[in-house]
Protein backbone atom coordinates (compact mmCIF):
# COMPACT_ATOMS: atom_id res chain seq x y z
CA UNK A 1 0.00 0.00 0.00
CA UNK A 2 1.79 3.10 -1.24
CA UNK A 3 2.67 5.76 1.86
CA UNK A 4 1.10 8.77 2.29
CA UNK A 5 4.24 10.58 1.08
CA UNK A 6 3.76 8.39 -2.30
CA UNK A 7 0.08 9.58 -2.58
CA UNK A 8 0.66 13.10 -2.46
CA UNK A 9 2.80 13.41 -5.18
CA UNK A 10 1.12 10.98 -7.40
CA UNK A 11 -1.72 13.59 -6.61
CA UNK A 12 0.21 17.00 -7.57
CA UNK A 13 1.49 15.19 -10.51
CA UNK A 14 -1.55 15.01 -11.79
CA UNK A 15 -3.13 17.49 -10.86
CA UNK A 16 0.15 18.81 -12.66
CA UNK A 17 -0.84 16.92 -15.65
CA UNK A 18 -4.26 18.81 -15.90
CA UNK A 19 -3.43 21.91 -15.73
CA UNK A 20 -0.88 21.31 -18.68
CA UNK A 21 -2.95 20.03 -20.56
CA UNK A 22 -5.15 22.71 -19.88
CA UNK A 23 -2.78 25.39 -20.42
CA UNK A 24 -2.37 23.93 -24.23
CA UNK A 25 -6.44 23.54 -24.96
CA UNK A 26 -6.09 26.98 -24.18
CA UNK A 27 -3.53 27.90 -26.50
CA UNK A 28 -4.66 25.80 -29.02
CA UNK A 29 -8.03 26.88 -29.10
CA UNK A 30 -9.53 28.17 -32.13
CA UNK A 31 -9.77 32.11 -31.95
CA UNK A 32 -12.67 34.46 -32.33
CA UNK A 33 -13.53 35.27 -35.50
CA UNK A 34 -14.27 38.95 -35.94
CA UNK A 35 -18.09 39.71 -37.73
CA UNK A 36 -19.63 42.55 -38.59
CA UNK A 37 -22.84 43.18 -36.86
CA UNK A 38 -26.09 44.59 -37.14
CA UNK A 39 -28.87 44.96 -35.04
CA UNK A 40 -32.59 44.35 -35.49
CA UNK A 41 -35.45 47.29 -35.15
CA UNK A 42 -37.76 48.33 -36.30
CA UNK A 43 -38.22 50.07 -39.85
CA UNK A 44 -40.00 50.83 -43.12
CA UNK A 45 -39.62 47.95 -45.90
CA UNK A 46 -40.60 48.58 -49.69
CA UNK A 47 -40.89 45.98 -52.00
CA UNK A 48 -39.33 47.01 -55.63
CA UNK A 49 -38.01 45.64 -58.79
CA UNK A 50 -35.43 47.58 -60.68
CA UNK A 51 -34.34 48.00 -64.12
CA UNK A 52 -31.76 45.57 -65.77
CA UNK A 53 -29.65 48.66 -67.37
CA UNK A 54 -29.00 52.15 -66.96
CA UNK A 55 -32.39 53.87 -68.20
CA UNK A 56 -31.84 57.87 -69.86
CA UNK A 57 -33.68 61.01 -68.49
CA UNK A 58 -35.59 62.48 -71.07
CA UNK A 59 -37.98 65.26 -72.06
CA UNK A 60 -41.90 64.77 -72.20
CA UNK A 61 -42.02 67.66 -74.59
CA UNK A 62 -38.89 68.30 -76.91
CA UNK A 63 -38.79 69.51 -80.35
CA UNK A 64 -35.72 69.24 -83.12
CA UNK A 65 -36.30 71.47 -84.90
CA UNK A 66 -35.19 72.93 -88.60
CA UNK A 67 -36.55 75.21 -91.68
CA UNK A 68 -38.87 73.10 -93.92
CA UNK A 69 -37.00 75.56 -96.75
CA UNK A 70 -33.11 75.93 -97.41
CA UNK A 71 -32.09 79.85 -97.03
CA UNK A 72 -29.37 82.50 -95.19
CA UNK A 73 -30.59 82.84 -91.25
CA UNK A 74 -31.36 86.81 -90.89
CA UNK A 75 -32.39 86.62 -87.09
CA UNK A 76 -31.47 84.46 -84.62
CA UNK A 77 -32.81 86.09 -81.27
CA UNK A 78 -31.95 83.40 -78.88
CA UNK A 79 -29.09 82.00 -77.65
CA UNK A 80 -28.27 78.05 -75.90
CA UNK A 81 -30.10 78.20 -72.82
CA UNK A 82 -32.41 81.15 -73.14
CA UNK A 83 -35.76 80.46 -71.67
CA UNK A 84 -38.36 80.83 -74.32
CA UNK A 85 -42.39 80.78 -74.51
CA UNK A 86 -44.74 79.27 -77.22
CA UNK A 87 -44.66 81.32 -80.15
CA UNK A 88 -41.34 83.02 -79.22
CA UNK A 89 -39.45 83.60 -82.59
CA UNK A 90 -36.12 81.32 -82.86
CA UNK A 91 -34.69 81.77 -86.20
CA UNK A 92 -36.14 83.54 -89.16
CA UNK A 93 -34.63 83.12 -93.01
CA UNK A 94 -33.91 86.01 -95.19
CA UNK A 95 -37.93 86.38 -96.54
CA UNK A 96 -38.17 89.76 -98.05
CA UNK A 97 -39.42 88.66 -101.17
CA UNK A 98 -42.17 86.67 -99.60
CA UNK A 99 -43.30 89.55 -97.53
CA UNK A 100 -43.32 91.60 -100.76
CA UNK A 101 -46.04 88.87 -101.70
CA UNK A 102 -47.68 89.04 -98.51
CA UNK A 103 -48.05 92.82 -98.78
CA UNK A 104 -49.04 92.71 -102.36
CA UNK A 105 -51.63 89.92 -101.55
CA UNK A 106 -53.01 92.02 -98.59
CA UNK A 107 -53.82 95.28 -101.05
CA UNK A 108 -55.31 92.74 -103.75
CA UNK A 109 -57.30 91.77 -100.85
CA UNK A 110 -58.21 95.74 -100.14
CA UNK A 111 -58.93 96.03 -104.07
CA UNK A 112 -61.52 93.06 -104.22
CA UNK A 113 -63.30 94.52 -101.06
CA UNK A 114 -63.47 97.48 -103.28
CA UNK A 115 -64.84 96.07 -106.28
CA UNK A 116 -67.08 94.06 -104.17
CA UNK A 117 -68.52 96.94 -102.63
CA UNK A 118 -69.13 98.68 -106.06
CA UNK A 119 -70.73 95.65 -107.83
CA UNK A 120 -72.80 94.80 -104.63
CA UNK A 121 -73.96 98.95 -104.63
CA UNK A 122 -74.44 98.51 -108.47
CA UNK A 123 -77.05 95.52 -107.77
CA UNK A 124 -78.54 97.00 -105.28
CA UNK A 125 -79.88 99.97 -107.12
CA UNK A 126 -80.42 97.54 -110.53
CA UNK A 127 -83.14 95.15 -108.28
CA UNK A 128 -84.42 98.28 -107.03
CA UNK A 129 -85.12 99.65 -110.33
CA UNK A 130 -86.74 95.91 -111.47
CA UNK A 131 -88.94 96.23 -108.87
CA UNK A 132 -89.88 99.83 -110.19
CA UNK A 133 -90.12 98.54 -113.58
CA UNK A 134 -92.79 95.64 -112.60
CA UNK A 135 -95.06 98.67 -111.23
CA UNK A 136 -95.44 100.50 -113.64
CA UNK A 137 -95.97 97.82 -116.10
CA UNK A 138 -98.67 97.10 -113.93
CA UNK A 139 -100.04 100.46 -114.31
CA UNK A 140 -99.60 100.06 -118.16
CA UNK A 141 -96.80 103.19 -118.02
CA UNK A 142 -93.95 101.34 -119.65
CA UNK A 143 -93.75 98.61 -121.74
CA UNK A 144 -93.25 94.80 -121.10
CA UNK A 145 -89.81 94.79 -123.14
CA UNK A 146 -88.93 98.18 -120.59
CA UNK A 147 -89.42 95.81 -117.51
CA UNK A 148 -87.93 92.86 -119.19
CA UNK A 149 -84.80 95.01 -119.82
CA UNK A 150 -84.76 95.94 -116.24
CA UNK A 151 -85.20 92.47 -114.61
CA UNK A 152 -82.27 91.36 -116.66
CA UNK A 153 -80.16 93.89 -115.83
CA UNK A 154 -81.20 92.91 -111.76
CA UNK A 155 -80.24 89.48 -112.09
CA UNK A 156 -77.02 90.05 -113.96
CA UNK A 157 -75.35 92.75 -111.62
CA UNK A 158 -77.26 90.42 -108.52
CA UNK A 159 -74.45 87.53 -110.19
CA UNK A 160 -71.98 89.96 -110.92
CA UNK A 161 -72.12 91.09 -107.02
CA UNK A 162 -71.86 87.21 -105.48
CA UNK A 163 -68.58 87.16 -108.16
CA UNK A 164 -67.29 89.65 -106.36
CA UNK A 165 -67.98 88.35 -103.02
CA UNK A 166 -66.46 85.09 -104.44
CA UNK A 167 -63.15 86.95 -106.14
CA UNK A 168 -63.09 88.77 -102.34
CA UNK A 169 -62.57 84.96 -100.90
CA UNK A 170 -59.65 83.61 -103.60
CA UNK A 171 -58.03 87.01 -102.25
CA UNK A 172 -58.58 86.04 -98.68
CA UNK A 173 -57.32 82.49 -99.42
CA UNK A 174 -54.60 84.37 -101.18
CA UNK A 175 -53.28 85.89 -98.75
CA UNK A 176 -53.31 82.79 -96.14
CA UNK A 177 -50.95 81.40 -98.92
CA UNK A 178 -48.59 83.86 -98.73
CA UNK A 179 -48.47 84.35 -94.89
CA UNK A 180 -48.22 80.61 -94.88
CA UNK A 181 -45.21 80.95 -97.13
CA UNK A 182 -43.67 83.44 -94.65
CA UNK A 183 -43.71 80.80 -91.63
CA UNK A 184 -42.26 78.40 -93.39
CA UNK A 185 -39.26 80.79 -93.26
CA UNK A 186 -39.87 80.93 -89.35
CA UNK A 187 -39.02 79.01 -86.59
CA UNK A 188 -41.02 79.37 -83.61
CA UNK A 189 -40.74 77.40 -80.02
CA UNK A 190 -43.89 75.08 -79.92
CA UNK A 191 -43.91 74.67 -76.16
CA UNK A 192 -42.38 76.85 -73.02
CA UNK A 193 -38.71 75.59 -72.53
CA UNK A 194 -35.41 76.01 -73.08
CA UNK A 195 -32.84 76.34 -75.82
CA UNK A 196 -30.27 73.21 -75.83
CA UNK A 197 -28.47 73.65 -78.48
CA UNK A 198 -28.37 75.79 -82.01
CA UNK A 199 -26.47 74.92 -85.23
CA UNK A 200 -26.29 77.87 -87.19
CA UNK A 201 -24.88 81.05 -87.09
CA UNK A 202 -26.50 85.03 -88.43
CA UNK A 203 -25.91 84.82 -92.05
CA UNK A 204 -25.00 80.83 -92.54
CA UNK A 205 -27.23 79.28 -95.18
CA UNK A 206 -29.22 76.33 -93.78
CA UNK A 207 -30.93 73.74 -96.30
CA UNK A 208 -33.85 71.03 -94.85
CA UNK A 209 -32.82 67.38 -94.17
CA UNK A 210 -33.15 65.04 -97.35
CA UNK A 211 -35.58 62.66 -96.48
CA UNK A 212 -34.37 59.71 -94.55
CA UNK A 213 -31.09 61.49 -94.50
CA UNK A 214 -30.93 62.60 -90.16
CA UNK A 215 -28.78 65.34 -89.66
CA UNK A 216 -28.46 67.89 -86.15
CA UNK A 217 -31.52 70.24 -85.57
CA UNK A 218 -31.28 73.93 -86.17
CA UNK A 219 -32.50 74.16 -82.66
CA UNK A 220 -33.44 71.73 -80.44
CA UNK A 221 -36.04 73.13 -78.02
CA UNK A 222 -36.26 71.10 -74.61
CA UNK A 223 -39.28 71.26 -71.59
CA UNK A 224 -37.55 70.93 -68.64
CA UNK A 225 -40.32 70.46 -66.34
CA UNK A 226 -41.46 67.60 -67.20
CA UNK A 227 -38.76 65.20 -67.09
CA UNK A 228 -39.10 60.76 -67.36
CA UNK A 229 -36.73 57.35 -67.51
CA UNK A 230 -37.58 55.36 -70.09
CA UNK A 231 -36.11 51.92 -68.36
CA UNK A 232 -36.13 48.16 -69.54
CA UNK A 233 -37.22 45.93 -66.76
CA UNK A 234 -37.20 41.92 -66.82
CA UNK A 235 -40.24 40.32 -68.19
CA UNK A 236 -39.85 38.38 -64.61
CA UNK A 237 -40.84 41.42 -62.71
CA UNK A 238 -42.72 43.15 -65.35
CA UNK A 239 -46.02 41.66 -64.27
CA UNK A 240 -46.44 43.23 -61.23
CA UNK A 241 -45.41 46.82 -62.87
CA UNK A 242 -48.36 49.00 -63.04
CA UNK A 243 -49.07 53.14 -64.65
CA UNK A 244 -49.23 54.91 -61.26
CA UNK A 245 -47.07 53.11 -58.91
CA UNK A 246 -44.43 55.51 -56.88
CA UNK A 247 -40.92 54.92 -57.99
CA UNK A 248 -37.45 55.75 -56.23
CA UNK A 249 -35.22 57.22 -59.18
CA UNK A 250 -31.34 57.73 -59.06
CA UNK A 251 -28.78 59.54 -60.94
CA UNK A 252 -24.99 58.84 -61.19
CA UNK A 253 -24.82 62.04 -61.24
CA UNK A 254 -26.43 62.79 -58.08
CA UNK A 255 -24.56 60.09 -55.59
CA UNK A 256 -26.94 59.24 -52.63
CA UNK A 257 -29.73 60.93 -53.31
CA UNK A 258 -33.01 59.54 -54.62
CA UNK A 259 -35.82 61.29 -56.46
CA UNK A 260 -39.63 60.50 -56.23
CA UNK A 261 -41.46 59.97 -59.35
CA UNK A 262 -44.31 57.39 -60.45
CA UNK A 263 -44.92 54.80 -63.42
CA UNK A 264 -46.56 56.73 -66.26
CA UNK A 265 -46.37 53.68 -69.07
CA UNK A 266 -45.48 50.51 -68.89
CA UNK A 267 -44.76 48.70 -72.78
CA UNK A 268 -47.96 46.40 -74.20
CA UNK A 269 -44.93 44.01 -75.31
CA UNK A 270 -41.73 42.57 -74.77
CA UNK A 271 -38.39 43.70 -76.23
CA UNK A 272 -36.49 40.58 -77.39
CA UNK A 273 -33.29 42.06 -78.91
CA UNK A 274 -31.33 39.67 -76.28
CA UNK A 275 -32.63 36.75 -76.41
CA UNK A 276 -31.58 35.78 -73.23
CA UNK A 277 -32.70 38.47 -71.26
CA UNK A 278 -36.13 39.75 -72.90
CA UNK A 279 -37.27 42.84 -71.23
CA UNK A 280 -40.61 45.45 -71.11
CA UNK A 281 -39.71 49.12 -71.50
CA UNK A 282 -41.37 51.25 -68.54
CA UNK A 283 -41.43 55.12 -68.56
CA UNK A 284 -40.95 56.32 -64.91
CA UNK A 285 -41.86 60.95 -64.45
CA UNK A 286 -39.98 62.78 -62.11
CA UNK A 287 -41.87 64.98 -59.64
CA UNK A 288 -40.51 68.62 -59.78
CA UNK A 289 -37.48 68.34 -61.78
CA UNK A 290 -36.82 71.81 -61.83
CA UNK A 291 -36.22 71.83 -58.01
CA UNK A 292 -32.99 69.82 -58.68
CA UNK A 293 -32.01 71.28 -62.21
CA UNK A 294 -31.86 68.00 -63.54
CA UNK A 295 -31.35 67.59 -67.20
CA UNK A 296 -32.04 65.11 -70.01
CA UNK A 297 -29.15 62.71 -71.23
CA UNK A 298 -28.36 61.87 -67.12
CA UNK A 299 -28.03 57.56 -66.97
CA UNK A 300 -30.49 57.04 -64.25
CA UNK A 301 -32.03 53.67 -62.56
CA UNK A 302 -35.69 53.24 -61.59
CA UNK A 303 -37.08 51.18 -58.45
CA UNK A 304 -40.77 50.53 -58.94
CA UNK A 305 -42.52 50.07 -55.62
CA UNK A 306 -44.55 47.31 -55.20
CA UNK A 307 -45.41 47.03 -51.53
CA UNK A 308 -44.72 48.94 -48.91
CA UNK A 309 -44.69 47.49 -44.84
CA UNK A 310 -44.17 50.15 -42.33
CA UNK A 311 -43.05 49.58 -38.44
CA UNK A 312 -41.95 46.06 -39.04
CA UNK A 313 -38.81 44.34 -37.61
CA UNK A 314 -36.19 44.41 -40.69
CA UNK A 315 -32.70 43.16 -41.03
CA UNK A 316 -30.08 44.29 -43.95
CA UNK A 317 -30.77 41.85 -46.78
CA UNK A 318 -27.31 40.95 -46.91
CA UNK A 319 -27.55 39.29 -43.18
CA UNK A 320 -30.09 36.74 -44.55
CA UNK A 321 -28.80 33.02 -46.09
CA UNK A 322 -30.86 31.77 -48.75
CA UNK A 323 -33.60 29.31 -47.38
CA UNK A 324 -34.38 32.25 -44.63
CA UNK A 325 -31.33 32.00 -42.17
CA UNK A 326 -29.76 34.25 -40.32
CA UNK A 327 -26.42 33.89 -38.49
CA UNK A 328 -27.20 35.54 -34.58
CA UNK A 329 -24.32 36.67 -32.62
CA UNK A 330 -24.72 35.55 -28.82
CA UNK A 331 -22.25 38.06 -27.77
CA UNK A 332 -22.67 36.36 -23.55
CA UNK A 333 -21.20 33.03 -24.96
CA UNK A 334 -19.41 34.49 -27.75
CA UNK A 335 -20.45 32.10 -30.29
CA UNK A 336 -22.30 32.18 -33.34
CA UNK A 337 -25.75 30.54 -33.67
CA UNK A 338 -28.25 30.16 -36.93
CA UNK A 339 -31.28 31.23 -36.63
CA UNK A 340 -34.62 29.88 -38.70
CA UNK A 341 -36.72 32.91 -39.84
CA UNK A 342 -39.71 33.72 -41.51
CA UNK A 343 -39.22 36.68 -44.15
CA UNK A 344 -41.58 39.00 -45.47
CA UNK A 345 -40.89 41.69 -48.18
CA UNK A 346 -37.91 42.44 -49.12
CA UNK A 347 -35.13 44.69 -51.19
CA UNK A 348 -31.59 45.19 -51.66
CA UNK A 349 -31.49 47.06 -48.50
CA UNK A 350 -33.73 45.23 -45.86
CA UNK A 351 -35.68 42.51 -44.91
CA UNK A 352 -38.86 42.21 -43.46
CA UNK A 353 -38.76 39.52 -40.45
CA UNK A 354 -42.02 38.09 -40.02
CA UNK A 355 -41.18 35.69 -37.18
CA UNK A 356 -38.26 34.06 -35.33
CA UNK A 357 -36.08 37.18 -34.44
CA UNK A 358 -37.08 39.96 -31.64
CA UNK A 359 -35.36 44.15 -31.38
CA UNK A 360 -32.04 44.16 -30.19
CA UNK A 361 -30.21 40.81 -31.60
CA UNK A 362 -27.18 41.06 -33.12
CA UNK A 363 -27.17 39.02 -37.10
CA UNK A 364 -24.22 38.83 -38.58
CA UNK A 365 -23.68 40.66 -42.01
CA UNK A 366 -20.00 39.27 -42.81
CA UNK A 367 -21.15 35.87 -43.64
CA UNK A 368 -18.52 35.59 -46.64
CA UNK A 369 -15.78 35.65 -44.08
CA UNK A 370 -13.71 32.63 -42.96
CA UNK A 371 -15.03 30.78 -39.88
CA UNK A 372 -18.28 32.61 -40.05
CA UNK A 373 -20.66 29.40 -39.44
CA UNK A 374 -23.10 28.00 -36.95
CA UNK A 375 -21.44 27.17 -33.61
CA UNK A 376 -18.43 29.39 -34.48
CA UNK A 377 -16.26 31.23 -31.41
CA UNK A 378 -16.77 35.13 -32.33
CA UNK A 379 -16.61 38.54 -31.54
CA UNK A 380 -17.82 41.62 -33.34
CA UNK A 381 -16.18 44.48 -34.67
CA UNK A 382 -16.36 47.26 -32.54
CA UNK A 383 -16.93 49.99 -35.40
CA UNK A 384 -19.70 47.19 -37.17
CA UNK A 385 -22.69 47.80 -35.05
CA UNK A 386 -25.42 49.61 -37.12
CA UNK A 387 -29.29 49.80 -36.79
Known sequence: MPSRATTRRIVLAVFAL???LAGIGWATRPKAVRVAVASVQSGDVAATVSNTRAGTVDACNRARLAPPLGGQIARLPVRKGDAVKKGDVLLELWNDDVRAQVELQGRD???ADARTREA????????REAKRAARLLADRLISEEQAERAAGEAESRTAACSAARENARVADARVDVARANLERTIL???????????NGELGEFVTPSPVGVPTPPTVDVVDNSCLYISAPIDEVDAPAVRAGQR?????DAFPGKQFPGFVRRVAPYVLDAE???RTVEIEAEIENPQASNLLPGYSADVEVILDTRTGVLRVPTQAVIEGGRVLLLDEAAGVLRRRDVRIGVANWEHTEVVEGLQAGDLVVLSLDREGVVDGARAARELSAARP
Request: one cysteine or more; hydrophobic letters at 60%.
Open 247 to 251: ARITL
Open 109 to 111: RVA
Open 275 to 277: KQA
Open 188 to 198: RAPFDGVIAEI
Open 18 to 20: AVV
Open 120 to 127: CATADVAV
